[in-house]
């Protein structure tokens, strides 16, 4: 069977780039908050990241992310648009692939207007007053 190629127009907000680095997670649960996760970012983009880890992770899981941003030339735009906390961005898991012994996740950015929103708010807050 041969491989097909999408040709359609591009469905992204932002553009991705390639941008491999370790990466530190939080998943924010009551009973996981304490706990700081590692693995590495495979790209990113304005709007959220692919990343690589170990820990299973929730579709709908917020996590708080922590990683260089200091090369990153949108950095600026990205501070401007997303929640941040304690140098780490918040972001909700939207998309989770087994990897032969890791997961591949695809995490969306919470934006600051977003911050608010009865379905996420809350999750963030014992994050805010925890840590």
């Known amino acids: 069977m041969a491989a ?3 040709t359609g127009p591009e469905r992204r907000e932002f ?3 390639d941008y ?3 990466l ?3 998943v924010c649960k009551q009973e996981t908050l304490s ?3 590692n693995g590495y970012t495979s790209d990113i983009s304005r709007a959220g990241l692919l990343c690589n880890v170990r820990e299973k992770v929730k579709e709908d899981d917020i996590l708080w992310l922590s990683f260089d941003r200091s090369t990153l030339d949108f950095c600026q735009a990205l501070e401007k648009r997303a929640l941040i906390y304690q140098s780490g961005v918040i972001g909700k898991v939207v998309r989770v692939e087994p990897k032969d012994d890791s ?3 695809g995490v969306r ?3 600051i207007e977003e911050k608010n929103s009865t379905h996420i708010y809350p999750k963030v807050h014992f994050l805010l007053k925890e840590t």
Request: charged share 15%.
């Open 4 to 6: 097909s190629f999408y």
């Open 15 to 17: 553009t991705r780039l």
């Open 20 to 22: 491999v680095i370790p």
């Open 24 to 26: 530190g997670f939080k």
């Open 35 to 37: 706990k700081l996760l």
């Open 103 to 105: 997961y591949h996740v």
């Open 109 to 111: 950015f919470i934006t």
